[in-house]
């Protein structure tokens, strides 16, 4: 058994549901809220639990389980590490920078029979909503000016996650989540599994925008543009046109997401 992470804070809840150890955790047995991957070997999925509070709110916690389905790293050669472990990493290093995401409550490895278990309990994002569905609203729900304000708080928050040195390798808008987007928008990461380091910021936003870009639907071009300008510091002060390496840039990331 590798060392068990319990959040602090949720340490006395846990405990008081048995929940409190990776064995007690696997055995429960909770509906998959999506149904289980079968790949690399093995397979991992994600149920959801509501967890009473005495006298408070309740919580309600995603917990993900995965056996045998780990990633090969330089580190990790032959049988890989669980690719959660990368995700508690991560959610662990973005919570040290205040960046979003959902707060890790448990994780916990396993080796039973030569079958590499991992158990990753977090915080859901209740008052969240995800981007995806968000556009498919918003010119519905917010006005023109809330539109561009999240937009911008958008560009500026993926070019911080970006700055930190990480790039996600699936930012999809079903993995951006937004709370308060008609008022002070709050932007919150999912999915941080495939999220790894690299050395070049332009590589970061070369390969995450593609994707954004791919997939956003309901943006009008100059939407896109708004969020182009943003995200690259274009906007204080203002400028005309852009420069032949921001047109090059932005050039590069369209044609990457037309694939």
Same mark, same amino acid.
């Given at each position: 058994m590798k060392k068990t992470f319990i959040a602090s804070h949720h340490q006395a809840l846990l405990a008081s549901y048995q929940l409190d150890n990776f064995e007690s955790l696997w055995a429960r047995e909770i509906a998959w809220f999506e149904e289980p991957n079968q790949r690399r070997g093995g397979w991992s999925g994600v149920g959801r639990?509501? @967890?009473?509070?005495?006298? +408070? =709110?309740?919580?309600?916690?995603?917990?993900?389980?995965?056996?045998?389905?780990g990633r090969r790293t330089l580190l990790h050669p032959i049988k890989g590490e669980p690719t959660f472990r990368r995700e508690f990493e991560r959610l662990q290093f973005l919570a040290s920078h205040q960046f979003s995401a959902p707060k890790v409550v448990f994780y916990a490895e396993s080796e039973v029979a030569g079958c590499q278990r991992a158990i990753l309990v977090t915080e859901a994002l209740d008052d969240y909503q995800p981007l995806d569905l968000l556009m498919?609203?918003?010119?519905?729900?917010?006005?023109?000016?809330?539109?561009? @304000?999240?937009?911008?708080? +958008? =560009?500026t928050e993926l070019r911080r996650f970006h700055q930190l040195g990480l790039v996600h390798r699936a930012l999809y808008p079903k993995h951006i989540f937004v709370k308060n987007a008609a008022h002070e928008p709050d932007i919150a990461l999912i999915d941080l599994e495939k999220a790894r380091f690299t050395p070049c910021f332009l590589y970061r936003a070369f390969f995450d925008l593609a994707a954004l870009n791919r997939h956003v639907e309901g943006a009008r071009l100059t939407q896109k543009l708004a969020f182009f300008m943003h995200y690259f510091g274009l906007i204080n002060p203002p400028v005309k046109r852009l420069s032949a390496f921001h047109q090059w840039i932005c050039r590069c990331i369209v044609k990457r997401s037309q694939r």
């Open positions: 639990l509501e @967890l009473n509070q005495s006298g +408070l =709110a309740n919580i309600n916690v995603f917990v993900k389980k995965q056996q045998n389905h498919n609203t918003w010119r519905d729900k917010l006005s023109s000016q809330q539109q561009s @304000l999240l937009i911008q708080k +958008l =560009a």
